[in-house]
């Protein structure tokens, strides 16, 4: 398996916005859904938001209604839009794909990335 790449992140203000992108090399990446995690400083890692390969789609409640996941399966890639970002949404964000159980729990994935870094300033 081929880990996914996850780009887009940086350095914002509170309540700008980041586009982040997880791309995939292979062509079964339509057949799996992917999620978004991410990690703070010294924190565990927590799922941010799922996308099924029908794109039904589901968020942890911090970040509902701020972030919108999307797939397109052409491109082989899955966005995270998030639109107004807090100081406590600065993380490394990961995205992987879901292959099996509950969906909230990152053991049910694999093919992570090597994240991509926000950091959102007060």
């Known amino acids: 398996q081929v880990p996914l790449v996850e780009s887009g992140g940086g350095l914002v203000q509170t309540g700008d916005s980041l586009r982040l992108s997880c791309a995939a090399s292979?062509?079964?990446?339509?057949?799996?859904?992917i999620s978004w995690f991410r990690q703070a400083p010294g924190k565990e890692r927590e799922f941010v938001a799922w996308i099924t390969t029908i794109s039904t789609t589901s968020y942890s409640e911090s970040v509902k209604g701020r972030f919108t996941i999307s797939r397109d399966n052409a491109k082989n890639t899955v966005y995270l839009q998030m639109n107004s970002l807090k100081p406590e949404d600065t993380a490394d964000y990961y995205c992987?794909?879901?292959?099996?159980?509950?969906?909230?729990?990152?053991?049910?994935?694999?093919?992570w990335g090597q994240g991509t870094q926000v950091t959102v300033s007060s």
């Open positions: 292979e062509r079964t990446f339509s057949n799996y859904a």
């Open positions: 992987a794909r879901h292959y099996r159980g509950n969906a909230y729990d990152l053991t049910n994935y694999d093919n």
